[in-house]
């Protein structure tokens, strides 16, 4: 499980110092927040503490925020934004403005719900932010009671979290995302870089894209972390919507499964039948779907882009895919299985170009001509990546520039 966020600042702390850039004085925000002018000052004394870096001078026009105060408030907008939003969704009955949303809630009730849901129960929870069981049971029922919103509901399995608990915690966690980000743009002001990115890569990126991409940004930024998911794409997509993940990198799905992510297309990856030696297809000119239909297959992961072309392959001619097919989403056992057999697998041709130029392996034409998959980064629609993940972005794009030229010339290679 990727670690969830540290946990997010006071959340009173944070409306304040984000009033006092709005209204300039800290006796503004103060009037605004029904406080005190020294719990104020308290509140900025503690944000300064926690981000490492003074938020705002004191001029004689009032309060004014530095540039590391201004990168940090950017980003506290964000959060709060991102709290109010998704606690307004889902009060019941849906009533109150921004204020009231978050004077309803704490900082804590708001991690031990999302901790509930992470971790799939209260003990685990617990364990895992070093608290009682009792006091974040108490804290995700306030939390509960303060919305009126079920959020936990007994099943055979224990206390689960709802449906809407789930919804709630992914939006929370992507506001506690925030203000790790600011930490690391401020960081950055001050001329280090503490971040961390985490790239969902799939199979031809975690061999092809990422790995150079990411070798030429850690030598430029050293002490920015970079964690590199694998696995299923549905597990990688999750992990992007709630924040675990910053950007996908690999094959695009059409239509874009959410309305909350953006797809930015890098390079068109060709894809090929693929046979080993010696296949009886090998010795064919042409071959045509019922020829390929005849053999047993290797059939990509249910739902893939892959997926989608080989099942068009055979609804072109108006039959379905063929039985007993081995659905595989493994590189290196495809491979093994190709090798052994004259079973046929429809691949991207680069994943497998060191079988083809020695040829252990071979191409059959495609029956309906040229087809590829788009290649490219997958991110959340509202991300607002640092200085340092921009410049991850780029070389990304360079070397998928780089892979693109590589495929080409694979093809041209290829027999």
């Known amino acids: 499980?990727?670690?969830?966020?540290?946990?997010?600042?006071?959340?009173?702390?944070?409306?304040?110092?984000?009033?006092?850039?709005?209204?300039?004085?800290?006796?503004?925000?103060a009037r605004v927040m029904h406080v005190s002018q020294p719990a104020v000052t308290q509140a900025v004394k503690a944000?300064?503490?926690?981000?490492?870096?003074?938020?705002f001078d004191r001029t004689s026009v009032g309060m004014t925020p530095t540039a590391s105060g201004r990168e940090c408030l950017a980003r506290i907008d964000r959060a709060l934004a991102q709290i109010a939003e998704a606690i307004a969704e889902a009060r019941r009955p849906k009533v109150g403005n921004r204020l009231q949303s978050l004077s309803t809630t704490s900082a804590t009730q708001l991690q031990a719900l999302v901790a509930v849901v992470e971790h799939r129960g209260f003990s685990a929870a617990a364990r895992a932010l070093r608290l009682s069981r009792a006091s974040l049971h108490r804290a995700a029922r306030d939390l509960e009671r303060a919305i009126a919103t079920q959020l936990f509901e007994k099943t055979s399995f224990g206390i689960e979290p709802t449906r809407e608990a789930e919804e709630?915690?992914?939006r929370l966690r992507l506001a506690f995302v925030e203000i790790e980000q600011a930490r690391a743009d401020v960081s950055a002001i001050a001329g280090g870089d503490c971040g961390r990115t985490v790239i969902g890569a799939m199979p031809l990126a975690r061999s092809l894209l990422v790995p150079t991409a990411v070798t030429a940004f850690a030598a430029a930024y050293p002490q920015?972390?970079?964690?590199?998911?694998?696995?299923?794409?549905?597990?990688?997509?999750?992990?992007?919507?709630?924040?675990?993940?910053?950007?996908?990198?690999?094959?695009?799905?059409?239509?874009v499964p959410y309305r909350d992510i953006v797809q930015e297309v890098l390079f068109d990856d060709p894809l090929a039948i693929i046979v080993r030696a010696g296949h009886p297809l090998a010795r064919r000119q042409r071959v045509d779907v019922r020829d390929l239909a005849a053999f047993a297959w290797i059939a990509p992961r249910e739902g893939s882009p892959l997926r989608r072309q080989y099942e068009a392959l055979f609804r072109s001619a108006g039959m379905p895919a063929p039985s007993g097919a081995i659905e595989c989403n493994?590189?290196?056992?495809?491979?093994?299985?190709?090798?052994?057999?004259?079973?046929?697998?429809?691949?991207?041709?680069?994943?497998?170009?060191?079988?083809?130029?020695?040829?252990?392996?071979?191409?059959?034409?495609?029956?309906?001509?040229?087809?590829?998959?788009?290649?490219?980064?997958?991110?959340?629609?509202?991300?607002?990546?640092?200085?340092?993940?921009?410049?991850?972005?780029?070389?990304?794009?360079?070397?998928?520039?780089?892979?693109?030229?590589?495929?080409?010339n694979s093809a041209k290679e290829a027999p």
């Open 224 to 255: 920015h972390t970079i964690g590199i998911l694998d696995g299923p794409y549905e597990s990688m997509l999750d992990a992007l919507r709630k924040g675990s993940a910053d950007v996908l990198v690999g094959a695009l799905r059409d239509p």
């Open 1 to 29: 499980m990727t670690p969830m966020p540290n946990a997010i600042p006071n959340l009173r702390h944070l409306q304040i110092a984000s009033e006092i850039a709005r209204h300039g004085s800290i006796s503004a925000a």
């Open 330 to 408: 493994s590189l290196v056992a495809a491979r093994t299985l190709l090798l052994a057999s004259d079973r046929v697998m429809l691949l991207s041709a680069h994943q497998v170009h060191h079988e083809l130029a020695n040829g252990e392996l071979l191409t059959l034409p495609h029956p309906l001509g040229p087809m590829v998959r788009s290649i490219g980064l997958t991110t959340r629609r509202d991300w607002r990546p640092t200085e340092a993940q921009s410049n991850l972005l780029e070389r990304l794009r360079a070397s998928a520039m780089s892979a693109a030229r590589q495929i080409g």
């Open 47 to 55: 944000l300064e503490k926690l981000f490492a870096a003074r938020l």
């Open 168 to 170: 709630l915690a992914r």
